[in-house]
């Protein structure tokens, strides 16, 4: 806890130095970030490796090409790490909220920035934030509201306005609609950053408030969030297969993943496999943050290694050892032992669907492979994606940690 | 101990890719044998190994190898074929190369990494104790025989990869849907671990599986998948990679066999259907490779029939699948060293009296569609367990019996018909080719092991352990 | 000295065949390759001293190699009357016609393949003879169909108008009447396939139903009893498709006439003397273990045995009819060879009436026609040597100048077509008084047929003889001073003689008998019949006001309609059916399926219009629509 502070503190150091040396603004968020990995305990450990890692190559994809803001977009990416650390430590519903917004708004100046900057582009995108932003805290407030004065209807709403927040703030269809554009309108390197690890942040906090929260009337609200995640399933999967540019393809597979991500919420109606739910969508929000960050960093420098670039095309597709498969297998096995083997069904129908469009990244992507930031990072994200060539147990314990706590 | 052999060919797969293309193939199908040689000692030995790897999350339970008769059956005929297949795809792939304009000692070193991962893959398969564990070597050989088709195929083979993909990545994914509730059912997947297997889970397992033999319907991949594959990758996947689905209803079955007993007639019917369907269209293609693939469908066919056929067909299932591989590993590479020696040389109208010119192919071709037909080699076995399968379990339903015979008819004239297109009649103004030895020698070597199944003392060594393997329940 | 005398009868001539394959496909066509024939031949020679030496000097018994003793199933040899002389015969005539195969063969394109399959076919068929077992013997059969189908499409660049069967050119409707060797091959594979498959069921039942596969060891009337009526129908007429298809009977005659197109030495052998005679040969080794004659309170049995005396017979008629009427001297052959094994079939099959004795006056036939119609196939293989030419041919001249292939073909058809006193007289005495024994219980009709059958049987062959030797057509003479053929058919007829002493001297028990049988009238007027059919026939080959029914009789009575249009116009509608299907599937799944998705994707690519406005209204729109609705369903 105490570490988390003081990289808040470096980063605040940095964002100054950063008017005077990018490399001394790089260095000290570099530190910011070091100092997070100062955890008690050996599973924040691991997730704080993870979210470093994470971090680390976000701030590379930024290095590739300087932008306005050059040294303070580093602070601001080393800031949502320090969010998604912070979550981690948390139970506190004020200090969650706030580990939300403070996850969130470092994006909106991220989006302006990059050789294709672009108001259009940032309006739509920050309307759309702020809007899930307010229901997402709306629908919080309620939950915790209803937590001392029980109110059914009261909680129902604010159960339906939070998944609603959290649907508008990564993208779930049907509220998708600024994903494409943003993704394809604006400059690809802050884009690496806003489809990366970004989207840890809300899932966590609407897992630990439901969690919180928890009533029996979830069980009857699950099939609100089971409808929303089919939906944006089958519409970034669909909508990905005939799209022609390579970011458009892109957004929708985001748009796909967080429908992914969304079916394990349906798990907390029963709360025997939460954790499994909980190890499926953080593991798959990991897979999404390292692959879409790698992808897009690709993008700006018109590919990269070609193997490197089918290996996390087949771990997003799910494809065992690599990490996507065991996201993937998590999620489908709480899904299973929760009942709902339609869903899962359902999700592997869009699997299947996916693979054409995956390939066809992985194609457009691949170049014959030269050294180079760009390489590096892919080749850091594979290496991610293979760590779990020796079946990740001890994620499911992280996972479990990380909300057993609640 | 199984673990270690096993390693043998895993470490290959990193380590073959550092040599020049000679030795590289030299590695590979080393490799290869000497687990070959541990299949053939577990086939001897007469128990059951099993060697703990990783506990897993519930439930998911204990990754282990487990080594019984069965898995030896299989994991024998993989290691030959497989074996056999590498030193063949040395001088197949390198006039691929020539063909495409790629370098060939660099390309040369990708196919052999991802040829070395994917015929590995499914050495391990047949070898693992847990479904999950199963399921991620089954989706491993997917993988890497997806590449190959992918970068090395023929026609339009990036669109025949994407496809090959989404049904058999479909295939597997129901599977482990089926498993997963299996799994939390039973708490474990670890094959000693399940008990019962419900409904849905084995209809999920069974449908998964189906699209991977395939039966009829879903048989639609199979033909452009492995006819547009290079070579050496059809003389994998046609022979070992589809027949695995076999293997896990086995597997399944051998565990839990309300399923099959439950709905022996409709599946028993489906078999039959597939088989004699796809029998016809063999008759009526015209490449040789698509042609070798709905041979497979056929064959397949067999494999859906014998299981619902009692513990002699059971162990028909595991024969089959030998002989399918062994014939049909054979028969591809017949038609790869037609491509190979005469520049793609597919089509079999432009085909006729090819004995004149490639005797030894066509030599070749005649054990492999003798396979096929079960004539005078290990196939003779399975079909003739097949037989007396239908009368255990039938009795003497005329209906049952003339369509199992009919099918095993349309093997034998499918065979003998496309011999006789291709190979024999009034020869074509080709010229005599001399063909390269690594292109005819591994088909003889798979041939004689083949025709020498049928004598003692591999007779009984195969069939011995295969009844222990039924008969005796895996611990 | 068994268990080594044993093996080597089977792996002697397929190891010393080797050798000359493994040449040939190095250096075809070498000098020294060439000479390797030699080598196979005489792994032919150790099958028939070791043939000899189990014929003299075994006792009866059964020998057993350990195979798959879990299973019950292993290699058991039996030593009984039949597979001993069965076994003998076959070594002799596989040896007499491998010596005559290394002059005829000489210079072929194809000798490695040749004595690979020729040897093969040796070991094969002695497997089926030895067998006890009938897994094993399926071996040997299946051997003996794939020996068979090799060696017709020997020469299978069919670019030699001489191996061909039928007049090159001639259509019937929309049917060429003549087959290349491929064709011979494709359709002698297709037929034996289609009999060997339920033969295979029928073997497996029996292994299911009894535990055990060994012919002797069966306790058969219990398994007859244990499937009752129906069960044993369809047991054995599943079986029986094996040796009727392998026997040529009809329906599935045609591959026999069309497996001319193979080398002579092949007609002679497999489609002569040996393999087609395996099919009859198993019929009676079952029926002697089986001995339906004690099992008369199972009607089954008895439907079985009356369809195979039926099939037998009027095989034999139609055999003996098309016969008649052939120009090609090997088809012509073929024909009667047909004939001669519906007899078998109908002689054997009236054990069930008449005992183990019909059993083996049909085995003595066998005996006799296998050594007289090798002798006239290798005659007839001569003569298309020296003539170039597959149609009958030639006249006294000709006969003068090849004086021992004359010689032969008189000894040989005279003492085959029943002749008094020659040998097949005796046997034949014996078939006509066993079928007439059962007259009373099938009626008149297998006698007539039986006797019809031999009159037009003597007349087929008297035609052979006077259109090839006496009376027949114009020819051109290539006499090449070839020694081993004539010495290998002369030997092969003196075999007819010893036959013959055997009989008349009653030194054989069983041979003995026949003369008894030979002295009955009824026998003496049939063999009457037979001479005056043999004289006519002699005198005039071919009557030209008849030519019409002769045409249809060599067009085999329009059989080939059977084996190559309906059978495969059915096959090929299926097939066209199952292309539509095919396509119909792929349209659906890799068309239809994926344009609709791509519709699909437009259309939810289709609300991308760039104006934040569109998408707030979607966006707020669902918004507030879930969130009346959750508040509705709540109320």
């Given at each position: 806890?105490?570490?988390?502070?003081?990289?808040?503190?470096?980063?605040?150091?940095?964002?100054?130095?950063?008017?005077?040396?990018?490399?001394?603004?790089?260095?000290?968020?570099?530190?910011?970030?070091?100092?997070?990995?100062?955890?008690?305990?050996?599973?924040?450990l691991?997730?704080?490796?993870?979210?470093?890692?994470?971090?680390?190559?976000?701030?590379?994809?930024?290095t590739?090409?300087?932008?306005?803001?050059?040294?303070?977009?580093?602070?601001?990416?080393?800031?949502?790490?320090?969010?998604?650390?912070?979550?981690?430590?948390?139970?506190?519903p004020?200090?969650?909220?706030?580990?939300?917004?403070?996850?969130?708004?470092?994006?909106?100046?991220?989006?302006?920035?990059?050789?294709?900057?672009?108001?259009?582009?940032?309006?739509?995108?920050?309307?759309?934030?702020?809007?899930?932003?307010?229901?997402?805290?709306?629908?919080?407030?309620?939950?915790?509201?209803?937590?001392?004065?029980?109110?059914?209807?009261?909680?129902?709403?604010?159960?339906?306005?939070?998944?609603?927040g959290?649907?508008?703030?990564?993208?779930?269809?049907?509220?998708?609609?600024?994903?494409?554009?943003?993704?394809?309108?604006?400059?690809?390197?802050?884009?690496?950053?806003?489809?990366?690890?970004?989207?840890?942040?809300?899932?966590?906090?609407?897992?630990?408030?439901?969690?919180?929260?928890?009533?029996?009337?979830?069980?009857?609200?699950?099939?609100?969030?089971?409808?929303?995640?089919?939906?944006?399933?089958?519409?970034?999967?669909?909508?990905?297969?005939?799209?022609?540019?390579?970011?458009?393809?892109?957004?929708?597979?985001?748009?796909?993943?967080?429908?992914?991500?969304?079916?394990?919420?349906?798990?907390?109606?029963?709360?025997?496999?939460?954790?499994?739910?909980?190890?499926?969508?953080?593991?798959?929000?990991?897979?999404?943050?390292?692959?879409?960050?790698?992808?897009?960093?690709?993008?700006?420098?018109?590919g990269?290694?070609?193997?490197?670039m089918?290996?996390?095309?087949?771990?997003?597709?799910?494809?065992?050892?690599?990490?996507?498969?065991?996201?993937?297998?998590?999620?489908?096995?709480?899904?299973?032992?929760?009942?709902?083997?339609?869903?899962?069904?359902?999700?592997?129908?869009?699997?299947?669907?996916?693979?054409?469009?995956?390939?066809?990244?992985?194609?457009?992507?691949?170049?014959?492979?030269?050294?180079?930031?760009?390489?590096?990072?892919?080749?850091?994200?594979?290496?991610?994606?293979?760590?779990?060539?020796?079946?990740?147990?001890?994620?499911v314990?992280?996972?479990?940690?990380?909300?057993?706590?609640? | 101990?199984?673990?270690?052999?096993?390693?043998?060919?895993?470490?290959?797969?990193?380590?073959?890719?550092?040599?020049?293309?000679?030795?590289?193939?030299?590695?590979?199908?080393?490799?290869?044998?000497?687990?070959?040689?541990?299949?053939?000692?577990?086939?001897?030995?007469?128990?059951?190994?099993?060697?703990?790897?990783?506990?897993?999350?519930?439930?998911?339970?204990?990754?282990?190898?487990?080594?019984?008769?069965?898995?030896?059956?299989?994991?024998?005929?993989?290691?030959?074929?497989?074996?056999?297949?590498?030193?063949?795809?040395?001088?197949?792939?390198?006039?691929?190369?020539?063909?495409?304009?790629?370098?060939?000692e660099?390309?040369?070193?990708?196919?052999?990494?991802?040829?070395?991962?994917?015929?590995?893959?499914?050495?391990?398969?047949?070898?693992?104790?847990?479904?999950?564990?199963?399921?991620i070597?089954?989706?491993?050989?997917?993988?890497?025989?997806?590449?190959?088709?992918?970068?090395?195929?023929?026609?339009?083979?990036?669109?025949?990869?994407?496809?090959?993909?989404?049904?058999?990545?479909?295939?597997?994914?129901?599977?482990?849907?089926?498993?997963?509730?299996?799994?939390?059912?039973?708490?474990?997947?670890?094959?000693?671990?399940?008990?019962?297997?419900?409904?849905?889970?084995?209809?999920l397992?069974?449908?998964?599986?189906?699209?991977?033999?395939?039966?009829?319907?879903?048989?639609?991949?199979?033909?452009?998948?492995?006819?547009?594959?290079?070579?050496?990758?059809?003389?994998?996947?046609?022979?070992?990679?589809?027949?695995?689905g076999?293997y896990?209803?086995l597997?399944?079955?051998?565990?839990?066999?309300?399923?099959?007993?439950?709905?022996?007639?409709?599946?028993?019917?489906?078999?039959?259907?597939?088989?004699?369907?796809?029998?016809?269209?063999?008759?009526?293609?015209?490449?040789?490779?698509?042609?070798l693939?709905?041979?497979?469908?056929?064959q397949?066919?067999?494999?859906?029939?014998?299981?619902?056929?009692?513990?002699?067909?059971?162990?028909?299932?595991?024969?089959?699948?030998?002989?399918h591989?062994?014939?049909?590993?054979?028969l591809?590479?017949?038609?790869?060293?037609?491509?190979?020696?005469?520049?793609?040389?597919?089509?079999?109208?432009?085909?006729?009296?090819?004995?004149?010119?490639?005797?030894t192919?066509?030599?070749?071709?005649?054990?492999?569609?003798?396979?096929?037909?079960?004539?005078?080699?290990?196939?003779?076995?399975?079909?003739?367990?097949?037989?007396?399968?239908?009368?255990?379990?039938?009795?003497?339903?005329?209906?049952?019996?003339l369509?199992?015979?009919?099918?095993?008819?349309?093997?034998?004239?499918?065979?003998?018909?496309?011999?006789?297109?291709?190979?024999?009649?009034?020869?074509?103004?080709?010229?005599?080719?001399?063909?390269?030895?690594?292109?005819?020698?591994p088909?003889?070597?798979?041939?004689?092991?083949?025709?020498?199944?049928?004598?003692?003392?591999?007779?009984?060594?195969?069939?011995?352990?295969?009844?222990l393997?039924?008969?005796?329940?895996?611990? | 000295?068994?268990?080594?005398?044993?093996?080597?009868?089977?792996?002697?001539?397929?190891?010393?065949?080797?050798?000359?394959?493994?040449?040939?496909?190095?250096?075809?066509?070498?000098?020294?390759?060439?000479?390797?024939?030699?080598?196979?031949?005489?792994g032919?020679?150790?099958?028939?001293?070791?043939?000899?030496?189990?014929?003299?000097?075994?006792?009866?018994?059964?020998?057993?190699?350990?195979?798959?003793?879990?299973?019950?199933?292993?290699?058991?040899?039996?030593?009984?009357?039949?597979?001993?002389?069965?076994?003998?015969?076959?070594?002799?005539?596989?040896?007499?016609?491998?010596?005559?195969?290394?002059?005829?063969?000489?210079?072929?394109?194809?000798?490695?393949?040749?004595?690979?399959?020729?040897?093969?076919?040796?070991?094969?068929?002695?497997?089926?003879?030895?067998?006890?077992?009938?897994?094993?013997?399926?071996?040997?059969?299946?051997?003996?169909?794939?020996?068979?189908?090799?060696?017709?499409?020997?020469?299978?660049?069919?670019?030699?108008?001489?191996?061909?069967?039928?007049?090159?050119?001639?259509?019937?409707g929309?049917?060429?009447?003549?087959?290349?060797?491929?064709?011979?091959?494709?359709?002698?594979?297709?037929?034996?396939?289609?009999?060997?498959?339920p033969?295979?069921?029928?073997?497996?039942?029996?292994?299911?139903?009894?535990?055990?596969?060994?012919?002797?060891?069966?306790?058969?009337?219990g398994?007859?009893?244990?499937?009752?009526?129906?069960?044993?129908?369809?047991?054995?007429?599943?079986?029986?498709?094996?040796?009727?298809?392998?026997?040529?009977?009809?329906?599935?005659?045609?591959?026999?006439?069309?497996?001319?197109?193979?080398?002579?030495?092949?007609?002679?052998?497999?489609?002569?003397?040996?393999?087609?005679?395996?099919?009859?040969?198993?019929?009676?080794?079952?029926?002697?273990?089986?001995?339906?004659?004690?099992?008369?309170?199972?009607?089954?049995?008895?439907?079985?045995?009356?369809?195979?005396?039926?099939?037998?017979?009027?095989?034999?008629?139609?055999?003996?009819?098309?016969?008649?009427?052939?120009?090609?001297?090997?088809?012509?052959?073929?024909?009667?060879?047909?004939?001669?094994?519906?007899?078998?079939?109908?002689?054997?099959?009236?054990?069930?009436?008449?005992?183990?004795?019909?059993?083996l006056?049909?085995?003595?036939?066998?005996?006799?026609?296998?050594?007289a119609k090798?002798?006239?196939?290798?005659v007839?293989?001569?003569?298309?040597h020296?003539?170039?030419?597959?149609?009958?041919?030639?006249?006294?001249?000709?006969?003068?100048?090849?004086?021992?292939?004359?010689?032969?073909?008189?000894?040989?058809?005279?003492?085959?077509?029943?002749i008094?006193?020659?040998?097949?007289?005796?046997?034949?005495?014996?078939?006509?008084?066993?079928?007439?024994?059962?007259?009373?219980?099938?009626?008149?009709?297998?006698?007539?047929?039986?006797?019809?059958?031999?009159?037009?049987?003597?007349?087929?062959?008297?035609?052979?003889?006077?259109?090839?030797?006496?009376?027949?057509?114009?020819?051109h003479?290539?006499?090449?001073?070839?020694?081993?053929?004539?010495?290998?058919?002369?030997?092969?007829v003196?075999?007819?003689?010893?036959?013959?002493?055997?009989?008349?001297?009653?030194?054989?028990?069983?041979?003995?008998?026949?003369?008894?049988?030979?002295?009955?009238?009824?026998?003496?007027?049939?063999?009457?019949?037979?001479?005056?059919?043999?004289?006519?026939?002699?005198?005039?080959?071919?009557?030209?006001?008849?030519?019409?029914?002769?045409?249809?009789?060599?067009?085999?009575?329009?059989?080939?309609?059977?084996?190559?249009?309906?059978?495969?116009?059915?096959?090929?509608?299926?097939?066209?059916?199952?292309?539509?299907?095919?396509?119909?599937?792929?349209?659906?799944?890799?068309?239809?399926?994926?344009?609709?998705?791509?519709?699909?994707?437009r259309?939810?690519?289709?609300?991308?219009?760039?104006?934040?406005?569109?998408?707030?209204?979607?966006?707020?729109?669902?918004?507030?629509?879930?969130i009346?609705?959750?508040?509705?369903?709540?109320?």
């Amino acid at each position: 806890m105490e570490a988390v502070v003081a990289s808040i503190l470096l980063l605040t150091v940095a964002a100054a130095v950063s008017l005077k040396s990018e490399r001394g603004a790089i260095w000290l968020s570099v530190a910011a970030l070091a100092l997070l990995l100062v955890v008690p305990r050996i599973e924040l450990l691991m997730y704080s490796m993870l979210i470093v890692a994470i971090a680390l190559i976000n701030t590379a994809s930024l290095t590739v090409k300087r932008n306005q803001i050059t040294g303070v977009d580093y602070s601001l990416v080393a800031l949502i790490a320090v969010a998604t650390m912070y979550i981690a430590y948390t139970n506190n519903p004020a200090f969650i909220l706030a580990a939300f917004v403070l996850a969130s708004v470092p994006t909106y100046i991220l989006v302006m920035v990059g050789d294709r900057a672009n108001v259009n582009v940032a309006i739509k995108y920050i309307t759309f934030m702020v809007l899930a932003t307010v229901l997402f805290l709306i629908g919080a407030f309620l939950l915790f509201y209803t937590e001392y004065y029980p109110s059914e209807i009261l909680y129902t709403l604010g159960f339906v306005m939070l998944i609603l927040g959290l649907g508008m703030e990564v993208g779930c269809a049907p509220m998708h609609e600024w994903v494409p554009d943003v993704f394809t309108a604006a400059d690809p390197l802050p884009v690496s950053v806003i489809a990366s690890i970004t989207k840890i942040v809300p899932f966590v906090a609407a897992y630990k408030i439901l969690i919180l929260t928890s009533s029996p009337l979830t069980a009857h609200l699950t099939l609100f969030v089971a409808f929303i995640a089919v939906v944006s399933m089958f519409t970034g999967n669909i909508g990905a297969l005939t799209a022609r540019e390579t970011s458009r393809i892109l957004a929708y597979s985001t748009v796909a993943n967080m429908g992914y991500i969304m079916t394990t919420l349906v798990v907390l109606s029963s709360q025997n496999y939460l954790y499994l739910a909980f190890a499926g969508a953080l593991l798959q929000l990991i897979v999404n943050a390292v692959g879409k960050a790698s992808f897009f960093t690709s993008i700006k420098v018109d590919g990269t290694s070609t193997p490197l670039m089918y290996l996390i095309a087949m771990s997003f597709i799910g494809l065992p050892p690599f990490m996507g498969f065991y996201s993937k297998l998590f999620i489908l096995m709480s899904l299973v032992g929760a009942g709902f083997v339609w869903l899962a069904f359902l999700l592997i129908v869009n699997s299947a669907i996916s693979i054409p469009y995956y390939v066809r990244i992985a194609r457009s992507l691949a170049r014959p492979t030269i050294p180079g930031r760009a390489t590096a990072i892919a080749f850091v994200a594979s290496i991610i994606m293979l760590i779990t060539v020796i079946p990740p147990n001890w994620f499911v314990d992280v996972a479990t940690y990380l909300i057993g706590g609640v | 101990m199984i673990l270690e052999f096993l390693l043998v060919p895993l470490i290959a797969v990193f380590i073959a890719p550092f040599f020049r293309p000679k030795a590289a193939t030299g590695i590979s199908a080393a490799a290869f044998l000497v687990p070959f040689v541990l299949t053939v000692y577990g086939l001897a030995a007469n128990r059951v190994f099993e060697e703990p790897l990783i506990d897993i999350v519930k439930p998911v339970g204990t990754f282990y190898l487990l080594g019984d008769q069965i898995s030896f059956a299989f994991g024998f005929a993989i290691c030959i074929v497989s074996a056999m297949v590498a030193l063949y795809s040395l001088p197949y792939m390198v006039h691929r190369f020539e063909e495409m304009s790629y370098d060939i000692e660099h390309e040369y070193r990708r196919f052999i990494f991802l040829f070395n991962l994917y015929a590995t893959s499914m050495l391990w398969l047949v070898f693992s104790g847990n479904f999950i564990l199963l399921y991620i070597f089954l989706e491993i050989s997917l993988l890497s025989s997806f590449l190959l088709i992918y970068m090395y195929g023929y026609g339009n083979r990036r669109w025949v990869a994407t496809l090959y993909f989404v049904w058999t990545h479909i295939a597997g994914m129901l599977a482990l849907i089926g498993f997963l509730i299996t799994g939390f059912d039973n708490g474990s997947l670890a094959f000693n671990g399940i008990a019962k297997i419900g409904f849905a889970a084995w209809l999920l397992i069974f449908l998964g599986m189906v699209i991977k033999l395939p039966g009829l319907g879903p048989h639609i991949w199979l033909p452009w998948a492995h006819a547009e594959a290079p070579t050496p990758v059809s003389a994998l996947l046609s022979p070992l990679t589809v027949g695995l689905g076999a293997y896990v209803i086995l597997r399944v079955y051998q565990i839990d066999p309300w399923f099959i007993k439950e709905y022996m007639v409709p599946i028993f019917v489906y078999g039959v259907i597939s088989s004699a369907y796809a029998g016809f269209a063999v008759l009526k293609q015209n490449d040789y490779k698509r042609l070798l693939a709905y041979s497979t469908v056929s064959q397949m066919g067999y494999c859906l029939i014998a299981i619902c056929l009692g513990s002699y067909g059971a162990m028909a299932v595991v024969i089959q699948y030998i002989s399918h591989a062994f014939g049909k590993s054979i028969l591809f590479m017949t038609a790869g060293g037609i491509i190979a020696v005469y520049h793609g040389l597919r089509d079999i109208t432009k085909m006729g009296g090819m004995h004149e010119q490639v005797p030894t192919i066509s030599n070749a071709a005649l054990i492999g569609f003798m396979n096929l037909g079960g004539v005078l080699t290990v196939g003779m076995f399975g079909e003739f367990f097949i037989l007396k399968g239908v009368v255990d379990t039938f009795g003497f339903n005329i209906p049952a019996i003339l369509s199992v015979v009919f099918v095993f008819i349309l093997s034998g004239f499918y065979g003998f018909y496309t011999l006789k297109r291709i190979y024999y009649g009034t020869p074509k103004d080709y010229k005599k080719a001399r063909v390269p030895r690594l292109l005819d020698t591994p088909l003889y070597i798979i041939g004689v092991i083949s025709i020498l199944f049928i004598l003692p003392p591999l007779a009984p060594l195969l069939l011995n352990a295969i009844k222990l393997g039924i008969g005796g329940v895996i611990p | 000295m068994m268990e080594y005398e044993i093996p080597l009868l089977f792996i002697a001539p397929v190891i010393c065949s080797l050798p000359i394959a493994f040449a040939w496909v190095r250096s075809p066509g070498a000098k020294w390759a060439e000479k390797l024939a030699y080598l196979s031949v005489f792994g032919l020679f150790i099958s028939l001293v070791i043939a000899l030496h189990i014929l003299f000097t075994y006792q009866e018994g059964r020998y057993t190699i350990q195979w798959l003793p879990e299973y019950n199933i292993n290699f058991v040899f039996i030593f009984d009357y039949l597979s001993k002389y069965m076994g003998a015969l076959t070594g002799i005539i596989a040896f007499l016609i491998g010596v005559y195969g290394l002059e005829y063969m000489k210079g072929d394109y194809r000798l490695g393949w040749y004595w690979f399959f020729f040897n093969m076919f040796t070991a094969s068929m002695l497997l089926v003879v030895y067998s006890d077992n009938l897994l094993m013997l399926l071996i040997g059969w299946e051997g003996l169909g794939l020996a068979s189908w090799g060696l017709i499409g020997h020469w299978f660049r069919d670019d030699d108008e001489i191996s061909y069967v039928g007049t090159v050119g001639r259509k019937v409707g929309p049917l060429n009447m003549f087959w290349p060797p491929s064709m011979g091959g494709w359709r002698a594979i297709s037929t034996i396939r289609t009999g060997d498959m339920p033969m295979f069921f029928a073997v497996a039942a029996i292994y299911a139903l009894t535990g055990t596969l060994d012919i002797s060891q069966i306790h058969w009337g219990g398994l007859f009893h244990m499937i009752g009526y129906g069960g044993t129908v369809l047991l054995c007429v599943l079986f029986l498709m094996g040796p009727f298809t392998k026997s040529a009977q009809l329906p599935f005659s045609e591959w026999l006439m069309t497996a001319m197109t193979g080398p002579t030495t092949v007609s002679a052998l497999l489609h002569s003397a040996t393999m087609v005679a395996a099919g009859t040969y198993v019929f009676m080794r079952m029926s002697w273990y089986i001995q339906p004659w004690n099992l008369h309170s199972m009607p089954g049995v008895e439907v079985v045995y009356i369809f195979v005396l039926f099939v037998g017979l009027i095989s034999a008629l139609y055999g003996a009819s098309v016969a008649t009427g052939c120009r090609e001297r090997k088809v012509l052959l073929a024909a009667s060879t047909m004939s001669s094994l519906g007899l078998m079939f109908g002689c054997a099959a009236a054990s069930y009436w008449f005992g183990k004795f019909a059993i083996l006056v049909a085995f003595w036939y066998l005996i006799t026609h296998a050594f007289a119609k090798a002798t006239l196939f290798l005659v007839a293989g001569h003569l298309i040597h020296a003539t170039h030419d597959r149609f009958s041919c030639g006249d006294l001249a000709l006969a003068k100048r090849m004086k021992v292939a004359f010689a032969a073909t008189i000894v040989a058809t005279v003492f085959l077509v029943g002749i008094p006193p020659f040998t097949a007289y005796w046997v034949k005495s014996g078939m006509d008084e066993v079928i007439h024994h059962i007259a009373h219980e099938v009626g008149m009709a297998p006698l007539t047929l039986l006797i019809l059958t031999s009159l037009l049987y003597s007349a087929a062959l008297a035609k052979f003889m006077s259109q090839n030797f006496i009376k027949g057509p114009g020819y051109h003479l290539h006499l090449h001073g070839e020694k081993l053929m004539p010495l290998a058919y002369a030997t092969m007829v003196s075999m007819l003689v010893v036959l013959l002493y055997e009989i008349l001297t009653g030194t054989e028990h069983v041979a003995g008998h026949f003369v008894e049988m030979g002295y009955v009238s009824s026998s003496f007027i049939v063999g009457l019949g037979v001479t005056a059919a043999y004289v006519i026939g002699t005198y005039k080959p071919s009557i030209s006001a008849l030519s019409k029914l002769g045409t249809f009789l060599s067009d085999r009575m329009e059989m080939p309609f059977l084996n190559d249009y309906i059978v495969p116009g059915v096959g090929w509608v299926i097939a066209w059916l199952v292309g539509l299907g095919n396509s119909a599937i792929d349209w659906f799944c890799h068309r239809g399926i994926p344009s609709a998705f791509n519709r699909f994707s437009r259309s939810i690519r289709s609300i991308q219009v760039g104006y934040l406005r569109v998408y707030l209204k979607i966006a707020l729109g669902f918004v507030m629509l879930v969130i009346v609705v959750s508040a509705m369903g709540w109320w």
